[in-house]
């Protein structure tokens, strides 16, 4: 994909962006099991209570608890990206509504570059994190829940000036 034409707050006037990484969308896994549990207990409230008004008080919360969720789910993965431009590497990372770390370096600092995948899950739906080790008083930059992290580690390595 060309993301020539991607720009950001704070680009460079010779910068260009080679990829944009999102996070691997298991991350909605336990948001889902969340709301899906909230609907059980909603289910399971009309099953012993009908229609009478704790029914609709618990339905009320569950569907405002699913929808918060959700949204904030949904939020966080939108939000939180990993930007491989030709000059460095930028690392927004989405904690919360009100909770953002943005983390940069140059390939000129950059010394490793590790990927990690571990468990069963990660290693057969391919996502884990990359490990970028730099030179400067920031050690490490970390992205997690990457997609093929293997190819974004290459994509790095093939980027870095020696």
Request: a positive charge.
């Amino acid at each position: 994909m060309d993301y020539s034409a991607f720009t950001f707050k704070g680009q460079r006037p010779d910068e260009t962006v080679k990829l944009v990484v999102r996070r691997h969308p298991i991350v909605f896994f336990w948001p889902l099991l969340q709301a899906t549990l909230a609907l059980t207990l909603a289910i399971i409230v009309f099953v012993f209570f009908d229609f009478g008004i704790v029914f609709y008080v618990v339905g009320i919360i569950a569907l405002l608890f699913i929808a918060s969720v959700i949204l904030k789910a949904n939020f966080i993965f939108q939000n939180s990206f990993c930007l491989i431009t030709n000059q460095r590497v930028i690392n927004i990372d989405q904690r919360n509504f009100f909770n953002r770390q943005i983390t940069e370096t140059d390939f000129a600092k950059i010394q490793d570059v590790t990927n990690t995948t571990s468990g069963m899950i990660g290693t057969t739906l391919n996502f884990g994190q990359i490990t970028i080790q730099t030179a400067g008083t920031q050690n490490q930059l970390v992205v997690k829940w990457v997609p093929d992290p293997y190819q974004i580690q290459q994509e790095i390595t093939k980027n870095i000036r020696r």
